[in-house]
C-alpha cells in the first residue's frame, strides 16, 4: 500500500467520522424521522390486531424481519438523500468536500458508507422496542448472527447506493414526490408485510415483485431471524443485494459527478 493510498484511507476516514459526529448530534431527530413509521406499524400489526384476533399471533414472526428491513432502508435511503439535496442545494455544503484532497468519487462512496451505519443504528434501535411491544415471538432466533450482519450491511449498502443516485439525480424540488411514487410503492410490495413465498398465490406479483430491492432485505433477515418461515434463497438474496449496490453505486457516482461539475 503506498503513501497516496494510505492517505486517501485518512481522508476518506476524516471524512466519514464527520458524518457520523453530525449524525450523533442530530440522533434523536433521525430516529424519529427514519422509525416512527416502523414502530407505528409494530403497534398496529405486532401489537393491537393480535390482540383483537383479526390476526394470528403467529404474524409477528413474519412481520418483525419486514419492519426492521423497512427501518433499515428508509434510515439508510434517507441518510444519503435528503442531505445530498440540501448540500447540492441551498447549503452548497458539497463544495467544502470537494475541496478534500481525494478523488471526487471516493466522495460520494463516503456518503454511502455514512448511509450504512445509520441504517444499522435505526435496525438496532427498532428490534428491542419491537420485541417489547409483541411480545414473544415465535420462532425468533439470533444464532444465525453471522448471516443477520452480512443481510443488514448489504441492505444498507443497497439502499444507501439508493439514496445517492435519488439525491443526485432528482431536482430538489421533486424530492417529496421521489418519496410519493417510488418509496411507497417500494414499501407496499416488499414483502415487509408478508413472504415472498406467500406470493405463490399471484405468481405474476410473484416475479413482479423482484424488481424491489427491499424484497431482498426483507427475505434476507426473514431468513436470519425467523428462518422456519418460508423464505427466498440466501444465496440468491445476496447476489441480487451484490448486484443492485454495484449499479446503483455506478448509476449514484455518474450523477454526483454530473452534479459536482456543473
Known amino acids: 500500500m503506498n503513501e497516496r493510498t494510505i492517505s486517501y484511507a485518512r481522508i476518506f476516514a476524516a471524512l466519514l467520522m464527520r458524518d457520523v459526529t453530525v449524525a450523533r448530534r442530530e440522533l434523536g431527530y433521525f430516529l424519529v424521522r427514519t422509525t416512527l413509521q416502523p414502530l407505528l406499524f409494530v403497534m398496529v400489526f405486532g401489537f393491537l390486531l393480535p390482540k383483537m384476533g383479526i390476526l394470528g399471533h403467529g404474524y409477528t414472526s413474519m412481520i418483525l424481519p419486514g419492519i426492521l428491513a423497512l427501518s433499515l432502508t428508509l434510515s439508510a435511503v434517507q441518510a444519503v438523500s435528503l442531505p445530498m439535496v440540501q448540500e447540492f442545494g441551498w447549503t452548497k455544503e458539497i463544495e467544502d468536500r470537494l475541496l ?26 427498532v428490534l428491542p422496542i419491537a420485541r417489547l411491544i409483541m411480545g414473544p415471538i415465535p420462532g425468533l432466533t439470533f444464532r444465525n448472527a453471522g448471516l443477520l450482519v452480512v443481510m443488514t450491511i448489504l441492505g444498507g449498502a443497497a439502499f444507501s447506493a439508493i439514496g445517492l443516485f435519488l439525491g443526485t439525480a432528482i431536482a430538489p424540488q421533486q424530492i417529496g414526490l421521489m418519496f410519493s411514487v417510488i418509496v411507497a410503492p417500494m414499501i407496499m410490495f416488499g414483502c415487509t408485510y408478508y413472504p415472498w413465498r406467500g406470493l405463490d398465490a399471484v405468481p405474476l406479483m410473484k416475479w413482479l415483485v423482484l424488481i424491489d430491492p427491499l ?48
Open 100 to 125: 478534500a484532497p481525494i478523488p471526487n468519487e471516493l466522495v460520494a462512496i463516503e456518503k454511502i458508507a455514512a448511509g450504512v451505519i445509520q441504517g444499522i443504528v435505526a435496525s438496532l434501535f
Open 215 to 262: 424484497v431482498y432485505v426483507s427475505e434476507g433477515l426473514r431468513s436470519a431471524l425467523t428462518p422456519s418461515i418460508p423464505h427466498m434463497n440466501e444465496l440468491a438474496i445476496i447476489v441480487a443485494l451484490v448486484a443492485m449496490t454495484a449499479l446503483f453505486t455506478w448509476l449514484g457516482v455518474r450523477a454526483f459527478m454530473r452534479r459536482a461539475v456543473s
